[in-house]
Nanobody, 121 residues
Framework: QVQLVESGGGSVQPGGSLLLSCTTS????????MAWYRQAPGKERELVAS???????YYADSVKGRFTISRDNAKKMVYLQMNSLKPEDTAVYFC???????????????WGQGTQVTVSS
């Protein structure tokens, strides 16, 4: 069973920074695409940023220039550095990854439980 666990969420004032981390555990042969999603109250879950196994990145327009996604392939971890935070960044942030547990089978898309980020003065 593969598990993803997020950490680093919390409360911060506008303009502040947070670093989110996501650890993976379980039977893992390799991790392909990794991503961060977020879901604000009353809104649909949205993609914030993603990174491939070769470190090609994607960012939502709303976070470009403020957020940076990175990964440590040896540790099978993904990070999200969030700077210049705004109240509209308030949401539960979820880690997502395509995990290959068996090289002879397809990768499985896995989700973490989420971590709350609140930006407020």
């Amino acid at each position: 069973q593969v598990q993803l666990v997020e950490s680093g969420g919390g409360s911060v004032q506008p303009g502040g920074s947070l670093l989110l981390s996501c650890t993976t555990s379980g039977i893992i042969f390799s991790v392909n695409r990794m991503a961060w999603y977020r879901q604000a109250p009353g809104k649909e879950r949205e993609l914030v940023a993603s990174i491939t196994s070769t470190s090609t990145t994607y960012y939502a327009d709303s976070v470009k220039g403020r957020f940076t996604i990175s990964r440590d392939n040896a540790k099978k971890m993904v990070y999200l550095q969030m700077n210049s935070l705004k109240p509209e960044d308030t949401a539960v942030y979820f880690c997502n990854a395509d995990v290959l547990s068996d090289p002879f089978r397809n990768a499985k898309n896995c989700w973490g439980q989420g971590t709350q980020v609140t930006v407020s003065s």
